[in-house]
T-cell receptor, first 111, second 112 residues
Framework: RKEVEQDPGPFNVPEGATVAFNCTYS??????FFWYRQDCRKEPKLLMS???SGNEDGRFTAQLNRASQYISLLIRDSKLSDSATYLC????????????FGKGTKLSVKP | NAGVTQTPKFQVLKTGQSMTLQCAQD?????MYWYRQDPGMGLRLIYY???????DKGEVPNGYNVSRLNKREFSLRLESAAPSQTSVYFC???????????FGAGTRLSVL
């Protein structure tokens, strides 16, 4: 299994749709996870942290399944402004605590 | 709140030229990072600095050097630029509640 693996997409959905992205990881010792959002030609920005089984922030829900080693991101009622690439981020492990960034899943929300 | 500031935003170099990318953060974070991002490759760690006075290699350090000048500043140097170093470079710092990583706006570098 790769360190972090995401479906690259693109996911093309209409406004108002619900869309889910999955991310698998290989380091079973990882404790904290993140979803970042990256707009075209911009820097990645934190969307959500995922520390336990999951958490919710408005239209966004992140879930963690430690047994199967995957993280999911659910976006409800998609907006045009949600169009971006979503990066799954997992700790590399080791004492330095560096992060591994997935290659990202591209979402395009259409009118 | 400036966060992480990178300069320059754009740069074009000829093969063999050298340059230094500057990065500064005002969040009092201990850890700082340099990544490159290429199409289809995602973000790859070049070098990092876990604290002032220390630096370590990441996944793709060849052709680069770094300096952690003080707690705020972490620079990346290309001694002899090559076309393979054409990329978007991001600096980041990490710390604070939740130990979140914050990125600068990036430097778009082209090596001809």
């Amino acid at each position: 299994r790769k360190e972090v693996e995401q479906d690259p997409g693109p996911f093309n959905v209409p406004e108002g749709a619900t869309v889910a992205f999955n991310c698998t990881y290989s380091n079973s010792a990882s404790q904290s996870f993140f979803w970042y959002r990256q707009d075209c030609r911009k820097e990645p920005k934190l969307l959500m942290s995922v520390y336990s089984s999951g958490n919710e922030d408005g239209r966004f829900t992140a879930q963690l399944n430690r047994a199967s080693q995957y993280i999911s991101l659910l976006i409800r009622d998609s907006k045009l402004s949600d169009s971006a690439t979503y990066l799954c981020v997992v700790p590399r492990g080791g004492s330095q605590g560096n992060l591994i960034f997935g290659k990202g899943t591209k979402l395009s929300v259409k009118p | 709140n400036a966060g992480v500031t990178q300069t320059p935003k754009f740069q074009v170099l000829k093969t063999g030229q050298s340059m230094t990318l500057q990065c500064a953060q005002d969040m009092n974070h201990n850890s700082m990072y340099w990544y490159r991002q290429d199409p289809g490759m995602g973000l790859r760690l070049i070098y990092y600095s876990a604290s002032e006075g220390t630096t370590d290699k990441g996944e793709v350090p060849n052709g680069y050097n770094v300096s952690r000048l003080n707690k705020r500043e972490f620079s990346l140097r290309l001694e002899s630029a090559a076309p393979s170093q054409t990329s978007v470079y991001f600096c980041a710092s990490r710390g604070g509640p939740g130990n979140i990583q914050y990125f600068g706006a990036g430097t778009r570098l082209s090596v001809l």
